[in-house]
């Protein structure tokens, strides 16, 4: 049996790419680069992107049509192109990236993403460049609390590679899978899934010149603690704790993971929220409704800084359900409790980088 180009291709002219219906000839997958060597066949399929859901189903089905069409005995071999530069391997992501901050907690509940927004709001009035990544997959809160639900991010081609732009709030560079999904639907995936889209929000973004990139990480330890650990060089952790016992054994866990021997990320301080309650009415009391100091004296135990109590006030949980997170009135006493919260994370996370770089002053301030 003799065979010749036109065979492959209309072999090939079956096999439909089902992002679009058209068969591969006619999408132009098939590259220009047919070799024949006697019953050998090679040549390559060109897709959009190297990250392709259906690249391997595609090279199976243009395979087996040829075994199809053609003949058993025809041994091919078909290599993958993509027309867009593939993403940055782990450890290289987010270069123009100075300093990566993982705002954790144990358990759900204790006001972490409450603190990381208002710890992203707090750097920017101190003059950094903010992004705030929510990387809680199953339960995004950073659109509502940014008064952007309603936000659609685009796609912008940069160097090859078509980029999700973030969406911009306060001067924060803001994304979320909250502006992907159903607000009303629940998020039924699996780890891979939900790793895979974490991946593309961080790699495939078009995250800007960053003094602090700030991630809002899901409760507890999980396949999207491990995804942000493999994918991103995390310059240091900040654990939010409240004062009770039941909080405080979670976030040992919490803590234990950074620290553990195959992760070593640095503990960068303890957040307290939730410390005391003082009514509007009476500012100068503080009533002690979850305990008292917890989370100062986890702190002290550990040997790792207390970087902040921070007050229950009603205008947290109001600012929060309108949009404009307490750190924007610096005049308030919140405002101040997280104006402080940022100025020690800037001094753990400075003294922290002049540790690995010890015959270099590091500055992050513009």
Same mark, same amino acid.
């Given at each position: ?22 068969? !591969?000839?006619? %999408? ?37 049509? !040829? ?17 867009? =530069? ?12 100075? &300093?990566? !901050? ?94 895979? =889209? ?34 991103? %060089? ?12 039941? =909080?405080? %054994? ?9 620290? &553990? ?5 640095? !503990?960068?301080?303890?957040?307290? &929220? ?78 922290? &980088? ?13």
């Amino acid at each position: 049996m003799t065979l010749y180009p036109k065979l492959i291709l209309d072999a090939l002219a079956t096999v439909r790419y089902p992002g679009n219906g058209k068969n !591969i000839v006619e %999408a132009e997958m098939v590259a220009d680069n047919i070799r024949i060597d006697g019953m050998k066949v090679s040549f390559s399929l060109i897709f959009e992107k190297p990250t392709d859901p259906f690249m391997k189903s595609v090279v199976k089905s243009a395979e087996t049509a !040829i075994h199809t069409y053609i003949s058993k005995d025809v041994e091919v071999t078909i290599a993958t192109e993509s027309r867009q =530069a593939a993403r940055p391997e782990p450890g290289k992501m987010l270069p123009q990236v100075k &300093n990566v !901050i993982a705002v954790s907690s144990g358990k759900g509940g204790v006001g972490k993403s409450t603190v990381a927004a208002n710890l992203a709001v707090a750097l920017s009035k101190l003059g950094y460049k903010v992004g705030l990544l929510d990387a809680d997959i199953f339960g995004p809160s950073v659109p509502k609390m940014f008064q952007v639900e309603d936000a659609r991010p685009y796609a912008e081609m940069v160097d090859g590679r078509d980029l999700i732009v973030p969406i911009e709030k306060y001067g924060i560079e803001l994304l979320s899978i909250g502006f992907f999904v159903d607000p009303d639907q629940a998020t039924l995936w699996r780890g891979g899934m939900a790793s895979n =889209a974490l991946k593309q929000l961080v790699g495939d973004a078009k995250w800007g010149d960053l003094d602090y990139f700030i991630l809002d990480t899901p409760p507890g330890t999980s396949d999207i603690h491990l995804t942000l650990l493999q994918t991103l %060089a995390i310059t240091g952790a900040v654990i939010v704790s409240t004062p009770q016992q039941v =909080a405080l %054994a979670d976030a040992r866990k919490g803590i234990n993971m950074y620290m &553990n021997d195959k992760v070593n990320v640095p !503990i960068l301080g303890l957040v307290e &929220n939730m410390s005391w309650f003082t009514p509007a009415e009476l500012p100068e009391n503080k009533y002690y409704i979850f305990g008292k100091e917890g989370t100062k004296k986890l702190a002290e135990e550990l040997n790792v800084p207390l970087l902040g109590q921070i007050p229950i006030v009603q205008s947290i949980c109001e600012n929060g359900d309108k949009g404009t997170p307490v750190a924007l009135d610096e005049n308030s006493v919140t405002g101040q409790a997280f104006l402080e919260l940022a100025h020690n994370v800037v001094a753990q996370t400075e003294k922290r &980088n002049a540790e690995l770089a010890p015959t270099q002053i590091v500055k992050t301030h513009k």
